[in-house]
């Protein structure tokens, strides 16, 4: 709809997709399901560790992980919101997850940047400091940045511009 109704690179590599919060799990869960329509992902504070447990504060090397019976059991709101979309079906929550596609990713395609709050109100800094490791394990380059803030427009704001920035150098 947008490469009909205005001046764009209608290729994947002239797509870019962000978002903030759900949206950041959205805009890397359709970026990485689909390299071939866009070229960078951004997420601002996303749940992009769909199952990442523990611990809060996140400690390298000592990461659980939930079910999804767990999260159908949560009390976080997001988490809540995110079952109803996904539903109790271990296999949907795999084929949409952040952290599983990245194991099935060509490094770079797409591009990845994620950042997060320290005091975000429902700890999704801690997930983000984990892919971030995951991301570094795998070779794949990303941008980064974990800094003072929680889970809003006071964090989003100035972000939005370094990722602005970010996505003018990885989208043609």
């Not at 090397?61 to 767990?70: H, L, P």
């Not at 794949?140 to 370094?162: C, K, L």
Request: charged residues 20%; contains cysteine.
């Amino acid at each position: 709809d947008v490469d009909g109704h205005y001046h764009t690179n209608a290729t994947g590599q002239g797509r870019g997709i962000a978002g903030m919060s759900m949206g950041g799990l959205g805009a890397w869960e359709l970026g990485l399901r689909h390299p071939d329509l866009f070229a960078a992902a951004v997420s601002h504070s996303g749940y992009i560790g769909m199952l990442y447990k523990g611990p809060h504060p996140y400690e390298k090397g000592q990461v659980t992980f939930g079910t999804v019976d767990d999260a159908a059991k949560a009390q976080n709101p997001m988490v809540k919101w995110v079952v109803s979309i996904f539903g109790i079906d271990f296999a949907n929550w795999k084929a949409h997850d952040p952290e599983q596609l990245i194991t099935k990713m060509t490094p770079g395609k797409p591009a990845l940047y994620l950042d997060c709050g320290t005091e975000d109100e429902f700890q999704f800094q801690d997930a983000a400091q984990y892919i971030h490791d995951v991301l570094t394990e795998r070779h794949i380059e990303h941008a980064y940045f974990i800094g003072p803030g929680g889970h809003n427009f006071g964090f989003w704001g100035p972000r939005e511009i370094e990722s602005l920035k970010w996505l003018q150098e990885h989208v043609a």
